[in-house]
């Protein structure tokens, strides 16, 4: 990836575009019909440290001008996924994907999966249960959209399944490629531990953005992010041979997505592999997963002869 350089304005001969600024005016720069993948995390509007907090009709007004101008931009075969949470209005949650849908559709989208991102960590609710997914919505501008699976597929759960009747039997029934992701995705998100922990409050894990850039273009396409943060877009399509674009009005923010394209070229950037599983604490052997309240009677049990 030595020799690319990052770009500051769009010109489809680019690979990759940070622009400094508003993404309405990034937007605006991009031809018609260029952009093979629209991907973005907006702003939820919960007054964090880059969002001035909005009333919903007010946001919704704002977001509809960036996913009309996305809609522009868009290229026939691509994609759009919004990735998003839930808005809080005095501890009452509306989830945005659906006060968003109505947008999408009134600009001739059809939705393709709602898939739900799972991960274990977040804050702890005391009025409610504590929110552990949030949903990224897949649209399409027409029913001929790019779609591959092989490049995503996950290990099956028993690939030594075999037919057990009529002209296959005996043969393995899995695709060896392994299965389809499903529209759950179990996805550690990016907190205090996270190798891709930056300054910033809600970064994407690149794995999660690969599983898109993979099954949604191909080599040489265009993926933008209106919203873009660490960059982190940007990182997951150049790392496939795509093209990457995405602004950003934070300065700060733009420093970080700069340094960490950077190193993704020079291929020092460190993030969490796609096919890594999920830790599991228990099977790790980490001593913490063990109860203070219940460690006594666990010994006791483990080891019914040993001397306290
Ligand atoms: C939810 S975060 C996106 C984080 C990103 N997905 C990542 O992996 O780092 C939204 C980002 O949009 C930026 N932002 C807010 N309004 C913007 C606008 N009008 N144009 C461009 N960026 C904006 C914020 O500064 C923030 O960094």
């Given at each position: 990836m030595n020799g690319l350089r990052i770009a500051e304005t769009f010109a489809p001969d680019e690979h990759i575009v940070v622009y400094p600024g508003d993404c309405l005016d990034l937007l605006k720069t991009v031809p018609k019909g260029s952009i093979q993948l629209v991907v973005t995390?907006?702003?939820y509007n919960i007054g964090k440290e880059y969002e001035k907090r909005l009333d919903l009709k007010q946001y919704l007004a704002q977001q509809e001008k960036v996913i009309e101008q996305s809609v522009r931009a868009l290229s026939p075969s691509g994609?759009?996924?919004?990735?998003?949470?839930?808005?809080?209005?005095?501890?009452?949650?509306?989830?945005?994907?659906?006060?968003?849908?109505?947008?999408?559709?009134?600009?001739?989208?059809?939705?393709r999966n709602r898939i739900i991102w799972h991960f274990e960590h977040g804050l702890?609710?005391?009025r409610r249960f504590s929110g552990r997914y949030e949903t990224i919505v897949w649209f399409t501008k027409t029913d001929d959209y790019v779609f591959h699976l092989d490049p995503v597929r996950v290990p099956q759960k028993y690939p030594g399944k075999k037919h057990f009747k009529g002209p296959k039997a005996g043969q393995y029934s899995g695709n060896p490629l392994g299965k389809n992701p499903g529209d759950l995705w179990v996805i550690p998100n990016v907190k205090s531990n996270h190798v891709e922990k930056?300054?910033?409050?809600?970064q994407f894990p690149v794995e999660l953005i690969e599983r898109l850039v993979l099954s949604m273009t191909n080599e040489g396409d265009w993926v933008l992010d209106p919203f873009l943060g660490t960059g982190t877009s940007i990182i997951a399509a150049i790392r496939h041979g795509r093209r990457g674009a995405g602004a950003?009005?934070?300065?700060?923010?733009?420093?970080?997505?700069?340094?960490?394209?950077?190193?993704?070229?020079?291929?020092?950037?460190?993030?969490?592999?796609?096919?890594q599983p999920v830790y599991d604490p228990v099977q790790a052997g980490n001593k913490l997963t063990v109860?203070?309240?219940?460690?006594?009677d666990k010994e006791m049990t483990l080891f019914p002869g040993d001397p306290e």
């Open positions: 995390s907006p702003p994609s759009i996924c919004w990735q998003v949470g839930n808005f809080v209005d005095k501890g009452a949650i509306i989830p945005l994907d659906t006060v968003l849908y109505p947008i999408f559709s009134k600009f001739g989208l059809a939705m702890h609710c005391g930056t300054d910033h409050p809600c950003e009005v934070a300065p700060n923010y733009l420093e970080l997505a700069k340094d960490r394209i950077e190193r993704e070229m020079a291929g020092t950037l460190k993030t969490r592999p796609m096919d109860s203070p309240w219940d460690k006594q």
